[in-house]
């Protein structure tokens, strides 16, 4: 297994997702990081978006120089020679549902369907915009009715980046004593 350290805070283990909590780690839940994030965003019990296009989901990336997920074109990034790690790299499907639940505490809609099997929508207070995250193919990835990042508010996609850089940190808590979800006490 080759490893590449980016940052103290980041290794890219080219096997495995980037972010992979220790089985016991340090407790660095960060409780007013959350109690920020659920004064933008909340649970929607909803289903999955009709006529949502998953393909936004491609231009949003992590960058391993600003350590902090970006927009960007479809055609500009070529994953991490140039930097940028695609969602579906940095973690697990089953890691960000249980994130996304110790988060908003909401039950994802479940279905046996070919291509996945969970979604989960949450609301962007502000503007009222749904975003459903799921599971496709194995893969993560979100869901939105515009298919162009460039036509989002531009407090959607700030309060949207906010949330990805907490759910995929090492502050991402679980409600038992400062836990970092994913890892055991």
């Not at 940052?7 to 990081?33: A, H, M, W």
């Not at 600003?66 to 790299?89: N, P, T, V, W």
């Amino acid at each position: 297994m080759k490893t590449k350290t980016l940052n103290p805070k980041k290794i890219v283990l080219s096997e495995q997702f980037c972010v992979n909590p220790d089985y016991v780690q340090e407790r660095t839940g960060n409780y007013d990081r959350r109690d920020n994030i659920l004064q933008k965003w909340t649970y929607d019990s909803g289903k999955w978006l009709e006529n949502s296009n998953g393909n936004i989901h491609s231009t949003c990336v992590f960058s391993t120089e600003r350590q902090s997920f970006e927009f960007h074109g479809y055609e500009d990034i070529r994953e991490s020679e140039d930097g940028f790690i695609r969602m579906y790299r940095m973690m697990s499907a089953p890691l960000l549902l249980y994130r996304l639940i110790a988060t908003f505490f909401g039950a994802p809609e479940c279905f046996d369907n070919y291509k996945n099997i969970w979604s989960y929508t949450i609301k962007h207070i502000p503007t009222g915009k749904l975003i459903t995250f799921a599971e496709w193919k194995g893969a993560i990835g979100f869901w939105l009715k515009e298919v162009d990042h460039n036509k989002l508010p531009k407090d959607f996609k700030k309060d949207f980046v906010e949330l990805l850089n907490y759910i995929f940190s090492e502050e991402c808590a679980h409600p038992y004593d400062n836990l970092v979800a994913g890892s055991v006490a």
